[in-house]
C-alpha cells in the first residue's frame, strides 16, 4: 500500500494534471453523490407514499389491495372499525413497552459491567451477546418454540412469551449501543467529580448517568423499534395473541381492511414528529450551553 | 470474533478496591447473561438435541431420541436447493443494498452540512412503519398492474407479459429495501468518523476524486461496510417473509421450510436440523468474512 502510493506519487508528480480539470471534476463528483444520494431517498418513501395513498382508499371489493379505487377520509376515523386491530395494537404497545424496558435496564447494566469492570469470563460474555445478533431471527424464534412446547408452556403462550423473546433478541442491541457510548466517554470528568469529594453513588447518578444518557436512549428507541416491528419470532412465541404485525399478516390472507395503512401512516407521522421534536430540542439546548 | 475492543485496565488501585469492583461487575452482568442463557443458549442446545430425535415420532405422540444424524442428511438434500437460493438471494440483497446505500451515507456525511441529522432521520422515517405493511406495498408496487411493470413493459425490458411481482427479481428487491437502514447507518457512522484532512492530503498529493476514495476514504470506511453487510446479509438469510408476500413458492428461502416445518408440519426434528444448519452455515460465514476484513469491532 505504501509502496503503490510512494511510486504513484512519483508519478503523477512528474507529469501533473491540467489544474482547470481537477475542480470540475470534482464538482461533478461533488453533485453526482448528492443526486444519487436524493434518489435513493426517494426511493426510500415510494413505500410510504403507497401506504398513505391507501389509507385513502375505499375498496369496492373485499382484498382489494392492490389498487386505488375511491378517495375517503373515512378510514381515518374508523381504526377500530375492523376487529381485532385496536385489541392487536394494544398489544404490541403494552409488549413493546415491557420488553423496552427490561432489556433497556438488563443491557445497559451488561454496558457498564464490560466497560467499567474487569473480571474473568469477559471473552465468553462478549461471544454470548454477539451470538444472538447473528442467529437469523427464524432460528431464535423455532428454538424457544421448542424449548416453551417442551416445558409444557404451550397453553399460556401470549404476553409473557412475547415479552421473554423480545428482551431476548433487544438485549444485544442494547449492549451494543450503550457501550459504544460508554467507551466514548472521557473518564477525567468521573475523576474530576471523585476529585470534588463526590461518593460514588453521586459520582454516577451527577455524572456518569447523565453523560450515558443518549446511548441509553438510544438504545431504548432501538428496542421499542426491533420490538413493535417484529413478526418473525413473534409468530413462533405468540400462540393465539395477536400483536399488530400478526394482525397484519393474518389480514393479507382474508379481506384486507384500508385501516391497516391509516395505522401505518399514523405511525410514521408520530414516530417522525416525536424524532424532530427532540432534534429541535436537542438544538435549543445545545445553543443554551453555548 | 470477540466483539470487544481490549477492555481499558480497572482504574482502582487498592487490592480490596478492586475485588469489590469485581463482585459489582458481576452483579451488573448476572441478570442479563441469564436471561441470554437461559432464553437463547439453552434453547438452542435444546434443539441440537431435537434435531436428532426419531423423525418417525410426531408432535402429537411425543418424539424419542435416537441420535438419529441421518435427520441432517435428510434435511440437506431434501432442501439443499433452498439453501444456495437463501444465500444467493441474501447475497445479491447485501451488494445491492451496500450499492444503493453507500452514496446516500456519503452524501449525509460529506456533503449534507447542516441537515445531516434532519436527513439521518429522513432514512430511518420510512421504517417507522410496519416492516409487512412496507412489503405489502410493494406487493402493490411491482403487482402486474402497477407502474413498474407497465413502465418496463413499455421500454421493452419487460416482455408485454412479463411480470415482476412473483420473481427473484421481487423478492430481492424487497429484501434490499427492508434492510436498508442496517446498511446506512453502519456505513454513515464510519464515514462521518473519516478526517477530512486525510483526504484533502490525498487531493494535495494530485491524486484524483476517485483514487482518493478508493485509496483513503474507502478504506477508511471499511468497518462500516462489514458491519452494516454484516447486518444485512444475517437477517436476510433467515427471512421469509419476503418470499411469502413478492414471490411464489418457487423463490422460497429457507426460512419458510424452516417455518411451514415448525408451525403446519410440527415435523420438529427436520425443522431443528434446519434451523442448526442455517444458524451454523452463517456463524461460520460470519467468522470468516470478520477475519478476513480484519476487524474486531463488530457493530
Redesign the interface.
Known amino acids: 500500500m505504501t509502496g503503490s502510493l510512494a511510486s504513484r506519487e512519483r508519478a503523477t508528480a512528474a507529469v501533473p494534471p491540467p489544474p482547470a480539470r481537477r475542480p470540475a471534476g470534482r464538482w461533478l463528483a461533488d453533485h453526482l453523490v448528492l443526486l444519487l444520494g436524493i434518489l435513493v431517498l426517494v426511493y426510500m418513501f415510494v413505500p410510504i407514499g403507497y401506504i398513505f395513498a391507501l389509507s385513502f382508499n375505499q375498496p369496492s371489493g373485499r382484498g382489494a389491495t392492490a389498487e386505488f379505487e375511491s378517495f375517503t377520509w373515512s378510514n381515518w376515523g374508523s381504526v377500530c372499525e375492523p376487529e381485532g386491530l385496536c385489541e392487536s395494537l394494544k398489544l404490541s404497545f403494552a409488549v413493546s413497552l415491557t420488553a423496552t424496558v427490561l432489556a433497556t435496564l438488563l443491557g445497559t447494566l451488561m454496558a457498564f459491567a464490560l466497560v467499567r469492570h474487569s473480571f474473568r469470563g469477559r471473552s465468553a460474555s462478549n461471544l454470548l451477546i454477539f451470538l444472538p445478533m447473528a442467529t437469523p431471527e427464524v432460528v431464535m424464534g423455532s428454538s424457544l418454540l421448542a424449548m416453551f412446547v417442551s416445558l409444557g408452556f404451550d397453553g399460556v403462550l401470549g404476553f409473557v412469551t412475547i415479552v421473554i423473546a423480545h428482551v431476548m433478541f433487544c438485549l444485544s442491541f442494547v449492549v451494543v449501543t450503550v457501550k459504544a457510548r460508554l467507551v466514548g466517554m472521557d473518564a477525567r470528568l468521573e475523576q474530576a467529580a471523585m476529585d470534588l469529594y463526590a461518593n460514588e453513588w453521586q459520582t454516577f447518578r451527577l455524572v456518569t448517568l447523565p453523560l450515558a444518557m443518549p446511548g441509553i436512549v438510544a438504545a431504548a428507541l432501538l428496542s421499542f423499534t426491533l420490538s413493535f416491528d417484529d413478526f418473525i419470532v413473534t409468530n413462533f412465541t405468540a400462540g393465539q395473541s395477536v400483536t399488530f404485525p400478526l394482525y397484519v399478516y393474518g389480514a393479507k390472507l382474508k379481506d384486507f381492511p384500508p385501516q391497516l395503512f391509516v395505522v401505518g401512516s399514523a405511525m410514521f407521522l408520530v414516530s417522525f414528529a416525536v424524532v424532530i421534536a427532540a432534534e429541535l430540542w436537542r438544538r435549543r439546548r445545545s445553543t443554551w450551553s453555548r | 470474533?470477540?466483539?470487544?475492543?481490549p477492555?481499558?485496565?480497572?482504574?482502582a488501585a487498592v487490592d480490596g478496591e478492586t475485588s469489590r469492583?469485581?463482585g459489582?461487575?458481576?452483579?451488573?452482568?448476572v441478570?442479563?447473561?441469564l436471561?441470554?442463557?437461559v432464553?437463547?443458549?439453552?434453547?438452542?442446545i435444546?434443539?441440537f438435541f431435537?434435531s436428532l430425535y426419531d423423525p418417525s415420532g410426531s408432535y402429537e405422540q411425543g418424539y424419542t431420541m435416537t441420535w438419529h444424524v441421518m435427520n441432517y442428511v435428510d434435511a440437506v438434500t431434501d432442501t439443499w436447493n433452498l439453501f444456495v437460493r437463501s444465500f444467493a438471494y441474501a447475497g445479491i440483497a447485501t451488494v445491492v443494498c451496500l450499492a444503493?446505500?453507500y452514496?446516500?451515507a456519503?452524501?449525509?456525511a460529506?456533503?449534507a452540512g447542516r441537515w445531516k441529522?434532519?436527513?439521518l432521520?429522513?432514512?430511518?422515517?420510512?421504517?417507522?412503519?410496519?416492516?409487512?405493511?412496507?412489503t405489502?406495498?410493494?406487493?402493490?408496487?411491482l403487482?402486474d398492474?402497477?407502474p413498474v411493470t407497465s413502465f418496463l413493459q413499455t421500454i421493452a425490458v419487460l416482455p408485454d407479459d412479463g411480470r415482476l411481482l412473483a420473481t427473484p427479481v421481487a423478492v430481492i428487491a424487497g429484501l434490499v429495501?427492508n434492510f436498508?437502514p442496517f446498511m446506512t447507518l453502519p456505513l454513515y457512522a464510519s464515514l462521518d468518523k473519516v478526517d477530512h484532512r486525510l483526504i484533502e492530503a490525498a487531493?494535495d498529493?494530485?491524486?484524483?476524486?476517485?483514487?482518493g476514495f478508493r485509496?483513503v476514504t474507502f478504506p477508511l470506511s471499511l468497518p462500516g461496510v462489514v458491519s452494516g453487510t454484516?447486518?444485512t446479509f444475517?437477517?436476510a438469510?433467515?427471512?421469509?417473509?419476503n418470499a411469502e408476500?413478492l414471490g411464489t413458492p418457487k423463490q422460497y428461502m429457507v426460512?419458510n421450510r424452516?417455518?411451514s416445518a415448525?408451525?403446519t408440519e410440527h415435523n420438529?426434528p427436520l425443522?431443528?436440523s434446519l434451523?442448526?444448519i442455517?444458524?451454523a452455515v452463517?456463524?461460520v460465514m460470519?467468522v470468516l468474512y470478520i477475519r478476513r476484513a480484519g476487524t474486531e469491532d463488530?457493530?
Open positions: 470474533m470477540s466483539a470487544a475492543p477492555s481499558p485496565a480497572p482504574r469492583r469485581r459489582l461487575g458481576w452483579l451488573l452482568l441478570p442479563g447473561m436471561w441470554l442463557a432464553f437463547f443458549l439453552f434453547p438452542t435444546q434443539l431435537t444503493l446505500s452514496p446516500l456519503y452524501a449525509i460529506f456533503k441529522n434532519f436527513l432521520v429522513l432514512v430511518i422515517a420510512p421504517f417507522f412503519t410496519s416492516f409487512l405493511l412496507r405489502l406495498a410493494w406487493r402493490t408496487i403487482s398492474q402497477g429495501y436498508m487531493g498529493l494530485y491524486s484524483s476524486p476517485i483514487a485509496r454484516l447486518l444475517i437477517p438469510c433467515g427471512d421469509y417473509i408476500l426460512g424452516i417455518q415448525f408451525l420438529y425443522a431443528a434451523s442448526l442455517l444458524m452463517v456463524v460470519v463488530l457493530v
